[in-house]
Nanobody, 121 residues
Framework: QVQLAEFGGRLVQSGGSLRLSCTASGNVFTIYDMAWYRQAPGKQREMVSLITRGGGTEYLDSVKGRFTISRDDFKKQVYLDMNNMKPADTAVYYC???????WGEGTKNYWGQGTQVTVSS
C-alpha cells in the first residue's frame, strides 16, 4: 500500500504565504501525476494544481500567479507554495498521487488525509 501525508496547514493572514508538503511512503515504484485538491465547507472538492512526472503543470484559474506546485521525486514529495493568500483559499487541502507499485502494473490513485488551511481577513 501507499500512504500520503500532508504537512504545513495552519492559520495565515490574508496576503500571507504558506508552503504545503506531501510525502509518499510505502510500496512506491513510480509516481506519475501528483496534485493538490481542496474542499471548503459546503463545496465540492476541486483541483488546485497538478504536476506531471515530466514537470508539466496545471492550475485552477483563481490561484494562477499566486500558487506554485513542484515535486522532488527522489524524496517522493510534492509541494504547494501559496502566496498572496485570500480568505477564499480557506479549505482542507488534500494531496493526490497516481502511483505504480510494481514494474509493469497499472497505477492507482491515492489520497492524503488532508490538512486545514485557514486564511483570516
Amino acid at each position: 500500500q501507499v500512504q500520503l501525508a500532508e504537512f504545513g496547514g495552519r492559520l495565515v493572514q490574508s496576503g500571507g504565504s504558506l508552503r504545503l508538503s506531501c510525502t509518499a511512503s510505502g510500496n512506491v515504484f513510480t509516481i506519475y501525476d501528483m496534485a493538490w485538491y481542496r474542499q471548503a465547507p459546503g463545496k465540492q472538492r476541486e483541483m488546485v494544481s497538478l504536476i506531471t512526472r515530466g514537470g508539466g503543470t496545471e492550475y485552477l484559474d483563481s490561484v494562477k500567479g499566486r500558487f506554485t506546485i513542484s515535486r522532488d521525486d527522489f524524496k517522493k514529495q510534492v509541494y504547494l507554495d501559496m502566496n498572496n493568500m485570500k480568505p477564499a483559499d480557506t479549505a482542507v487541502y488534500y494531496c493526490y498521487a497516481d502511483v505504480a507499485t510494481a514494474w509493469g502494473e497499472g497505477t492507482k490513485n491515492y489520497w492524503g488525509q488532508g490538512t486545514q488551511v485557514t486564511v483570516s481577513s
